[in-house]
């Protein structure tokens, strides 16, 4: 029996034999938990010179749902704004360690946009297709102090469509654990769901990537998830529990009420800690495609 997710002290909520704590933490979160997509919005001046107040509501947003979208008052004029503002948040939030992405630039971020050559082609991101349910950086899981628990997904350029789904992971937690303890405890093993190894498109071998689903990052002992939809080039723990917490997951993400939907518009973005997600599929208008830039991180927004 796997009692306590990775990087968790025994007692507290992610202990499956401390109900009363879990208890508390999960009656406390649903009676905070945003009910509109509105609740996440962050209105900021200027994003390379966050305010106290502005830093405050941000984290205040991660604090409820772990995630909060800020609307910048301005429009950003050109790449370089747009790349200093995503930056400047991330140090603002007291996010310092990035993600060595193989296909980031010298800054740290990376370039989501239509990409059919290079290192970016062939990876659904740099498509215009609907990608599903997942967190980032699923398959690059190196124990909890260096998992991905913390992104910036910011637009500089929309599309019609690209709208993404988002849920807190805690939430999925909470509906899981009620259903079913048994879920947990499958999600929780350090073989719960591995990445085989693979030949990628940019023709390197990535080698197997195995971990929990449920972790805790231990500066913070806030709960982190690592997930995928996919069903093609993952492998589940090979028993019964494991397959049935794993089609729980499948059936909440398809009906659970609390997902939110947004569509970010230019200068908006999301700053997370790693929540679920997925993306529409969208079309390019003729002028300008769509253009996100994104950076994740090993520390997450506490
Ligand atoms: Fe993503």
Known sequence: MQNVVEGASAGGP?????????????????????????DLLVEIRDPEALSGAERAAIVERCGRANM????????LDDEEANRRAVLALGRRLDLTVAEDHRSR???????????????????IPYT??????????????????RAVVAMILHCARDADGGDNGLLDHE?????????????IDALSRADAMTIPA??????KTREANAGPVFFVEPGSGRLAMRYTARTRSIEWRDDPRARAAAAALTRLLADEPLILRARLRPGMGLACNNVL??????????????????????????
């Open 198 to 203: 693979n030949v990628e498109p940019d023709g």
């Open 277 to 302: 997600h997925d993306r529409t599929g969208f079309t390019t208008p003729a002028s300008g495609g769509r253009l996100l830039y994104r950076i994740r991180y090993h520390t997450l927004i506490a």
């Open 128 to 145: 215009n297709r609907p990608i599903a349910w997942h967190t980032d950086g699923y398959y690059n899981y190196h124990g909890p102090n």
């Open 171 to 183: 939430i999925a937690y909470i509906r899981l654990r009620d259903e079913d303890p048994g879920h």
């Open 14 to 38: 992610f202990d499956l034999t401390d109900d009363s704590a879990y208890r508390r933490w999960r009656d406390a979160k649903l009676a905070a938990y945003p009910a509109r997509i509105e």
């Open 68 to 75: 909060a979208i800020y609307v910048c008052a301005r429009p």
């Open 105 to 123: 630039d010298n800054d740290g971020l990376v370039r989501i946009e239509l990409a059919d050559t290079g290192g970016r082609a062939g990876y």
